[in-house]
């Protein structure tokens, strides 16, 4: 039997941007960390979407750009404009919101209107140009992790991504105190700046988040960008979708290798697929954990000045021996047949670049890596999803339910 993935984009991001990278000189780096390829403007990210559509790309994952400053934008005008064109190209699309902290004009924004405002897309409906899709915990959310660690409630073991809960979590009261982010990531100059926050800001948009997906019978989605505190924390997110997911019980879980230090780019299969086993096994153990149906989608965040020092030979598979890229070794590792991968994520966001067979760092575009990467599976004996009752199934179609769910987070009976 053929192994099958589901062919995902992420065609913009948040850290690649003209005032996140400082300009060096060099102009093929200065051009990749500045985007200068990710296309911003409606007609060129309409014209990219038929390209990637007609690779057989079905999952789209976008955060907004301000057509004017190529800088991340979460203006929700921009977002409807994405759905619209989305839905009208192709309605098996399965859409999907980022909902990034980092960059200048969010931070602005959130000082003049508020937190929520940098994640109000997760409120929008589809007839609205909403997302099935809107990652809600990323980086910024670890500050909830590490003030639980602060106050003694939580111990990680950054090896192996696992957690021990060491106080009763139903005492904890986040913090208010307004601090940095400090979470180490690998990322441009300015691109790992997620600004000043608390843990209870942090804390209550996330519930929000979750609230208004509940109240949209729309699902879940969350990236790792960490393994040990992206894990607790989705892990005690789990807890609250469990209890209200009669009407959108899927979960995704997107793994960043090679975001931080603390998710670095495995140097093994048995290492990729502990970090796989361990997002695809998150409802373990939770009340109601068979109504949620949780899919792991894996990228690529490495980025092009480590991109050759991650390339080495593949250790598992037909390709074994062969010295791979980082891109193409995460694709022959998520097409193992116990891979337990969902979703295969590649573009701009992650990658801004392409790593020729001489090992030279190359701009490139989105199409060029959608591209790629279906060479790659196909290469390998795989198989495109591409039939609509998988993408539908996938992404559960909305089914409003009257009233939002209170959701209290932290709850004794789901963290026993």
Not at 62 to 88: F, M
Not at 307 to 312: F, L
Request: aromatic share 8%; proline share 4%; glycine share 8%.
């Amino acid at each position: 039997m053929k192994k099958s993935l589901i062919l995902g984009c992420c065609v913009t991001g948040a850290k690649f941007t003209p005032k996140n990278h400082k300009l060096t000189g060099n102009r093929v780096y200065d051009s990749i960390c500045s985007g200068d390829l990710i296309p911003v403007g409606f007609e060129d990210i309409e014209n990219e979407l038929d390209k990637l559509l007609q690779l057989g790309c079905r999952y789209w994952h976008i955060h907004a750009r301000n057509p004017e400053t190529r800088e991340q934008s979460c203006d929700n005008d921009l977002y409807r404009v994405y759905g619209e064109i989305a839905r009208r190209k192709n309605a098996n699309l399965i859409v999907s919101y980022g909902g990034s902290r980092n960059g200048v004009e969010i931070r602005n924004t959130i000082a003049e209107k508020g937190e929520w405002h940098r994640i109000s897309q997760a409120s929008l409906s589809k007839p609205q140009g909403g997302a099935d899709f809107v990652t809600f915990q990323a980086a910024i959310e670890l500050q909830i992790a590490c003030d639980l660690e602060r106050q003694g409630f939580v111990e990680f073991n950054h090896e192996n991504g696992e957690f021990i809960i060491k106080g009763d979590l139903r005492f904890y009261t986040p913090s208010d105190l307004v601090t940095d982010n400090g979470i180490k990531v690998h990322s441009t100059d300015n691109g790992g700046d997620y600004g000043k926050s608390s843990a209870v800001v942090q804390y209550e948009t996330l519930l929000r988040c979750i609230r208004e997906r509940a109240h949209l019978g729309l699902p879940y989605e969350v990236e790792w960008v960490q393994n040990a505190r992206s894990r607790f924390l989705t892990w005690l997110i789990v807890g609250q979708i469990a209890q209200h997911v009669a009407h959108a019980g899927r979960l995704n879980i997107t793994l960043l290798f090679g975001f931080s230090p603390k998710l670095p780019f495995p140097v093994t299969y048995r290492q990729f697929k502990r970090v796989v086993d361990q997002a695809k096994h998150i409802a373990k153990g939770h009340p109601n954990e068979d109504r949620i149906r949780v899919s792991v989608a894996v990228g690529v965040a490495v980025l092009p000045q480590h991109s050759i020092s991650v390339t080495q030979p593949m250790d598992v598979g037909p390709l074994k021996g062969q010295t791979l890229t980082p891109l193409d070794r995460l694709i022959a590792y998520a097409m193992e047949p116990d891979s337990g991968v969902d979703v295969l994520r590649t573009g701009l966001e992650d990658t801004p670049y392409f790593q020729d067979e001489n090992n030279t760092i190359l701009p490139t575009t989105n199409v060029h890596l959608v591209k790629h990467a279906k060479q790659m599976i196909e290469r390998l004996g795989g198989e495109i999803v591409i039939d609509r009752s998988t993408l539908t199934d996938f992404a559960i179609s909305e089914r409003k339910v009257a009233k939002a769910p209170k959701i209290d987070f932290i709850q004794q009976e789901v963290l026993a």
